[in-house]
Each structure stands twice: as C-alpha cells, then as structure tokens.
C-alpha cells in the first residue's frame, strides 16, 4: 500500500488501483511503541454508518473509528473487509491500521441534523474501538460524549481492558442515555490465548474490566464466542469459563461456534496446519470447501453441553443462533442490551466506509 510519503490532494501514478488520490490522508504513523504496525491517519467524511435492511444484526447504525486491529485474532470474522482496501486479510489486517482521526467531530455534527432519530448505535461489531491503538488516539471519549450529548443510546462489545480508562465517561453517559457494554472472551487458556488472538489481553485482565464495569453500575455480558472445536468446547473448558464470567460480576453469556468467513478460512488454517497440526483433518471434515459455519449437529451438539453449565452457574445466557427481537421501527426504540443481541450468523456484516 503505497500512502507513506503521499500528500493530500495529489495523485500517485504508481499507486494500487483506486488509490491514487486519496484526498483523506493526513499521514501514515510508524512508531517503536508500535513495532511492525503502520497507523493510515484519515480524515473522515462520515462516522455512521448505517447497516443494510437484509443484514442479521438487531441495529441499524454502527461506528467504526479504526479498520483493521492489532488484536491479531486468527478467526477475526471481520478480516475480509480489509481487501476492499487492496491490502490482504491476513498480516495486513493486524499490521495496517487505518484510523479516523477526526471521527469525533464528524459524528457531532453528523448526530446534530435534524433527520437524525437518536437510533442505537453499535461499537465493536467490526475492528475493536478499544484496541492498542485507543490509548495512543483517544477517540472513544469523544465518540461516547457526543453520542450521550444528541439523546443517542449505543452498546460497546470489546476484547480491550482500555474500556476501564472511560469508565467514569461511560458513566456519565449513562445518566443521559441507555449504554450497554459487552466483554468478548474466547479462548480462558493463557497458552491458547497468547497463540490465537497474540494482541489481546489475557482472560483474566477481560474479566477484572467486567468486575470494574459491573462496580461500576453496569449490567455487563459476555460474548464467550467463538467456540472453538476441539480447542475449547470440552465441559472442563466451558466450566470453567462460565464460573469464572460469573465470579467477574456478568449477567449474560453469548455463545456460539467458530466462524470462518471467506477470507478468514486460509488464515485461520495455515495457524491451525502450524500450531495444532493434529486438528486439521478433523476441521476440514467440519468446514469443507466453502463452508463458513460448524455443521448443524455440532451446533446443537454444543447448546446440550452448554445450557446446563449456564444452568448451573446461574447465568442468563443463550445461543448466538437463537432469534433475536425484530428490528423496531420507532427511533431511538433500541434495547439497551443490544450489544448482547448481536448476531454474527446470516448475512456478512456490511463493510464500514472507510472515507
């Protein structure tokens, strides 16, 4: 991706196709705090993006102040997005972040017109807003502010322990507007973890910002998802994951099997080939060809195994696949546990715009 050394406004002959102007470019970051990533620093032209009338998800508005994410994660659903930008879903996607600097001007006045209906917004549903890179940019707070100033209820879903940082704001909006957070916890083995999802914080450090958002006066869910078979679908694993989210002060489990969409698939399984060799005849068995869901039988295989532990740890909690409630028509008529409502299955989620 040629954007190191391009000004804005002018054209570069040589650059990829559809990239020879790129008139939002501020500048392209590299800095040892950040040993390997390049940060793309964008000016916005939008901050909502609206989600299309076919898609799964129980909203219609989303923000994205990042594409791409330097939580690594192998299985990252969103990782395909990343080629609409002619960059690859593989190390592209956790090494070239693109970052939207003015973003939280835009969304003021974006949420300031008068057609706009103070619908739910969801963050986190494509690149995490609380990924590394939210400590150096800080554009979270900005976005929260703004969105609790319009009357705009919204839901956080993260992996990032950075969401402790903006409690007290969280709060804040909270007096002015519904906000619901969600904590997204896969793999509550340090080994797994650290192979699986490297820029991620441990289990535990997720969990210690559930404690900390539940001090906080917040009803907190977590996504236990993906599940991954044969890595952490054993009873032991999911025991022990559902007692130590309801230690961490959680009221409600998602739970759902490993995904892997179109341009995930490869990435996904040159790790597995690597790390867990002994698996890969038995995925290939489970997704063939171009098959991005586990079979059916495994789904249902897993709810049995996973509802009586929900049971038995007194947790609310349920299947990513079980039906969610319709879409409102009224604005501003989203639940406030709409981020523990996002579903992952059905349609791919529309790629945010990225200028």
């Keep these: ?75 990252c659903f969103a990782r395909g997005t990343h080629t609409y930008l002619d960059l690859d879903a593989g190390r592209d996607f956790d090494t070239q972040v693109v970052v939207k600097v003015n973003i939280a001007e835009v969304l003021e006045r974006e949420l300031s017109r008068s057609s706009w209906g103070r619908e739910h917004v969801a963050l986190g549903t494509n690149t995490d807003p609380y990924q590394r890179a939210e400590g150096r940019y800080r554009l979270m707070p900005g976005i929260i502010d703004a969105l609790a100033a319009s009357g ?17 704001v969280l709060q804040r909006a909270h007096e002015r507007v519904p906000v619901s957070i969600a904590m997204s916890i896969a793999p509550f083995d340090d080994d797994l973890q650290r192979s699986v999802e490297p820029g991620t914080p441990t289990a535990q450090a997720r969990l210690d910002t559930v404690r900390a958002a539940t001090d906080a006066g917040f009803r907190v869910t977590v996504f236990l998802m993906p599940v991954m078979p044969h890595l952490t ?60 869901s586990a079979p059916k039988a495994y789904r249902q295989w897993l709810a049995r195994r996973v509802r009586p532990l929900l049971r038995v740890h007194g947790l609310d909690g349920r299947d990513e696949e079980e039906p969610v409630r319709a879409r409102p028509v009224a604005p501003g008529a989203r639940a406030a546990a709409a981020a523990a409502s996002v579903r992952f299955t059905g349609s791919a989620p529309q790629p945010a715009r990225l200028f």
């Design 1 to 75: 991706m040629r954007w190191n050394g391009q000004k804005v406004g002018e054209e570069d002959a040589a650059a990829l196709p559809g990239m020879e102007r790129l008139d939002s470019l501020v500048r392209s970051v590299t800095t040892p705090e950040f040993a390997g990533m390049t940060f793309h620093e964008v000016a916005a032209r939008s901050a909502l993006n609206h989600v299309p009338g076919s898609s799964a998800m129980p909203f219609d508005w989303t923000i994205n102040p990042y594409r791409g994410c330097s939580h690594a994660c192998t299985y």
């Design 233 to 292: 679908d054993s009873i032991a694993a999911l025991d022990d994951a559902l007692r130590r989210i309801k230690a961490a002060g959680a009221i409600r489990v998602v739970y759902g099997a490993l995904h892997l969409r179109p341009g995930v698939k490869p990435w996904f399984m040159a790790w597995l080939r690597r790390e867990h060799p002994e698996l890969v005849s038995s995925y290939l068995g489970l997704y063939p060809g171009a098959s991005v």
């Design 152 to 168: 705009t209820p919204f839901s956080i879903l993260t992996k990032g322990t950075l969401l402790r940082r903006d409690l007290p």
